[in-house]
């Protein structure tokens, strides 16, 4: 029995809708697909920290620690599907791993082929299906009508699989995905320079068109919004690190136009940069 959440261990699975803006590193005996259904959020697991938006989401394996913590004073709603192994696929009672869940006869992924874990990485809802499934496994959760149990493992092992197929178009594609890690590797490094995916595209003899559409798979946003997200990335550790004005901060990280800028930083922290430093700096960020 799950003393924390007595759903999960009664029927194996339970949604959790997170109050708290903050949460302490942590690990979990169950596993769990956290969806941002709303705000933005930094979040750390395994060493690296990213800002994450709507619309994003991450799988967390057992005994994994990871940490978030709101990157605005904007709502925060963030959706957690807590589940056990068996809970998709009942042969798997005391499996402890995400990977027996990939290998069984449902999702049937050769889990021994991926370059990488699909767990820790974060995943974009690019084209909608995911929070549609999120929606209504909160919905049937919520109704608990007969038969719901079941309807919640089909929506769920529906997810899994959506998500498993990002994964397997990034692995059909090794050597193309090279190009795009380079890419967002240079980014990282090089993000106040005026970057064109063109030029890459021109550099590595691909089409422009055909890089922005592996880019986007690959990545899951597309390449401006990357570089974009890159960006504000930056701008919120300058405000909360340094006295640098506004205006200094933008030309830091890429920006010419302050007023564009703001306009971006808004659209994806859902603050103003100054109400930004401003709640860090009353939180004692």
């Known amino acids: 029995m799950n003393y924390k959440y007595p759903a999960l261990g009664e ?65 925060l709603t963030v959706v957690n599907l807590l589940f056990y192994p068996e809970f998709v696929e009942r042969t798997l009672a005391g499996s402890r791993s995400f990977e027996d869940v990939v290998n069984s006869y449902l999702l049937r992924f050769r889990y021994k082929t991926l370059r990488t874990s699909p767990t820790g990485r974060t995943f974009h809802d690019e084209d909608g299906r995911i929070r549609q499934i999120v929606e209504e496994l909160r919905e049937e959760y919520r109704k608990k009508n007969h038969g719901y149990i079941e309807y919640i493992r089909c929506l769920l092992v529906q997810l899994l699989i959506h998500t498993m197929r990002k994964v397997g178009r990034i692995q059909h594609e090794r050597a193309r995905s090279e190009v795009v890690m380079g890419i967002t590797e240079y980014v990282r490094e090089h993000y106040p320079e005026k970057l064109r995916l063109s030029d890459f595209a021109e550099e590595n003899h691909y089409s422009t068109s055909f890089l922005s559409r592996k880019f986007a798979e690959e990545v899951g946003v597309g390449f401006s919004e990357y570089l974009q997200r890159i960006r504000i990335e930056q701008s919120c550790r300058l405000l909360e690190n340094s006295d640098l004005r506004v205006s200094e901060i933008a030309a830091r990280v890429g920006y010419e136009n302050v007023k564009f800028f703001n306009q971006v930083f808004k659209q994806t922290v859902k603050l103003t940069p100054r109400d930004f430093r401003k709640a860090r700096q009353e939180a004692g960020l």
């Open 11 to 75: 029927h194996k699975f339970h949604i959790h809708v997170a109050p708290e803006r903050y949460s302490k590193l942590h690990g979990h005996d169950f596993l769990e697909v956290s969806f941002i259904a709303e705000g933005s959020m930094y979040h750390e697991i395994d060493g690296r920290r990213e800002l994450l938006g709507t619309g994003d989401y991450f799988i967390v394996d057992y005994g994994i620690q990871h940490t978030y913590e709101s990157a605005s004073d904007a709502p």
